[in-house]
């Protein structure tokens, strides 16, 4: 394969222990393809980058629980977005686990501002993949294959008229799914649990959604996936401080039997949940249904269970008079990237003093390097922004950062890698983005100054009309 040259301009100097920290911080940002252990070598950076056992792990289930399909500005779920970017991505876990398969998780995610987990439980428990490349847990697959042979499973099911093969994109490995009709599910479920295990498979059927019926090896679900995952981190001695499981139907019940976990089941829960956790886990106080929806219930268990900050930056309107305790060079640039939503808005005032305080915070010969390659100052950037006040006012047009990454690289200097989403009409785009912080003192609360933004297009997701700055 051909090798590519890189020259790398620093904005200042550095000393050669911080070239060779960026370096390393850079070659671990991008995809891994030259190590053939690859779920291992994604899952340890995964870990590493804690640097200590993950203040919160948050598991939750995505349709209806994380993303609200009636939410047609996905307000909710742009809440949580800014919380979690803002306050926890640097130190803590986001754990997505839903029924989709693989293709139908990608898609939602086309369809959807979500943000990318560290770790993915997908197809009911069956696959628990890692990092932006969704690598796949090769010790789970071992754990699954004891008394599983899918073509049993499709052989005896078949015998089954009730039963309607779902797409085969939701034909997995170790999952076979079928639709039936809810007056009609118990019986077949009984009917067909025992015609298997006469065939010698320890398989379970979950119903869930009233009408969708996935058959999986015993050991595999949202739950034991989970209970895997936890083991592994204690195993290993870095189990997670505290844990929130997070869901709305059937097939998220075994989250909530977890031991020693949170749970939220969120205001719009099915029928089939509540009525589960009535039957065995109504004593739980670990246990609440929230009384918001979706992504807004998940954030009203943080507070409710005193497991962090619970306050979205999303939510603060008045940017000048915000103020955080304990911030992480993270929050400054889901701050900035707000800010930079609700003036082209016009959610804000059309005023100096936010224009002037933007510029404070920057280094008056700090760069910005446009993904086009194009450089100027970031102190013309914001002068640049009297000219788009409220040009998307009352337009679907949205702004949102993922995977933000903030490393200290010397006693003074933060860089902070993330990508930077635009929802502009029903167009989409992103830019892999950098920033360099010098600070006056040597912790992260200390005032930072932006010193460089460096951004490059995200292939496959560039703009038709490109932007002078910030997308």
């Known amino acids: 394969m051909k090798r590519q040259r890189i020259w790398i301009q620093f904005p ?25 252990n690859r779920y291992s070598q994604v899952y340890r950076i995964i870990m590493d980058r804690l640097k200590a056992p993950a203040r919160l792990m948050i598991v939750s289930d995505l349709d209806h629980t994380m993303v609200d399909h009636h939410d ?9 977005n800014s919380l979690w970017e803002a306050n926890y991505r640097h130190d803590s876990l986001l754990v997505f686990s839903t029924g989709r398969s693989p293709t139908l998780y990608k898609e939602l995610r086309k369809e959807k501002p979500m943000l990318t987990p560290d770790i993915t439980i997908m197809s009911v428990g069956t696959e628990i993949t890692y990092g932006n490349d969704m690598v796949p847990d090769d010790g789970w697959v071992e754990v699954l294959n004891q008394k599983w042979d899918k073509n049993i499973v499709k052989e005896e099911s078949s015998k089954f008229s009730e039963l309607k093969l779902q797409a ?20 077949v479920t009984k009917a067909l649990s025992e015609a298997l295990k006469q065939r010698g498979l320890d398989v379970k059927i979950i119903y869930s ?15 034991q996936a989970l209970a895997y995952l936890l083991q592994k981190f204690k195993t290993e001695g870095h189990p997670p401080v505290n844990t929130l499981v997070c869901g709305d139907s059937g097939n998220d019940a075994e989250l909530f039997s977890i031991p020693e976990v949170y749970g939220v089941m969120v205001k719009n ?9 009535a039957e065995n886990a109504k004593d739980n106080k670990n246990i609440i249904h929230a009384t918001e929806r979706c992504a807004a219930g998940i954030i009203q268990a943080i507070g409710h269970f005193s ?24 929050h400054n640039i889901v701050e900035f990237f707000l800010f930079y939503e609700k003036w082209r808005r016009a959610e804000i ?17 700090a760069t910005y390097v446009h993904p086009t390659g194009n450089q100027q100052t ?20 949205r702004v949102w950062v993922d995977q933000v990454l903030p490393t200290q690289i010397d006693s003074k200097t933060w860089l902070v890698k993330f990508d930077m989403w635009v929802l502009s009409g029903e167009e989409q785009y992103a830019a892999r983005s950098t920033v360099i912080f010098s600070s006056k003192g040597e912790k992260p609360s200390d005032q930072l100054t932006w010193i460089h933004v460096h951004q490059t297009w995200i292939k496959g997701y560039e703009p038709k009309q490109v932007a002078p700055f910030f997308g």
């Not at 497991?307 to 993270?330: H, Q």
């Open 12 to 36: 200042f100097p550095l000393s050669l222990r911080s070239v060779y920290a960026y370096l390393s911080i850079t070659r671990n940002y991008f995809s891994l393809t030259w190590n053939p």
């Open 72 to 80: 047609k500005e996905n307000l909710s779920l742009l809440r949580f």
């Open 168 to 187: 085969e994109t939701e034909q997995r490995a170790h999952k076979v799914s079928f639709y039936v009709e809810k007056d009609k599910a118990q019986t």
């Open 209 to 223: 959604g009233g009408i969708d019926l996935d058959i999986l090896p015993q050991g595999a679900g949202k739950g």
């Open 269 to 277: 829960a099915q029928e089939e949940l509540l009525q589960w956790h």
């Open 307 to 330: 497991l962090g900050p619970n306050l979205p930056p999303r939510d603060v309107t008045d940017i000048s008079d915000c103020v955080v305790e304990n911030v992480n060079p993270g």
């Open 349 to 365: 005032e059309n005023s100096e003093k936010y224009l002037a305080g933007v510029k404070a915070n920057c280094c008056p010969s």
């Open 378 to 397: 970031l102190h013309n950037c914001i002068n640049a922004l009297r000219g788009c006040y409220g040009d998307k006012q009352g337009k679907n047009y």
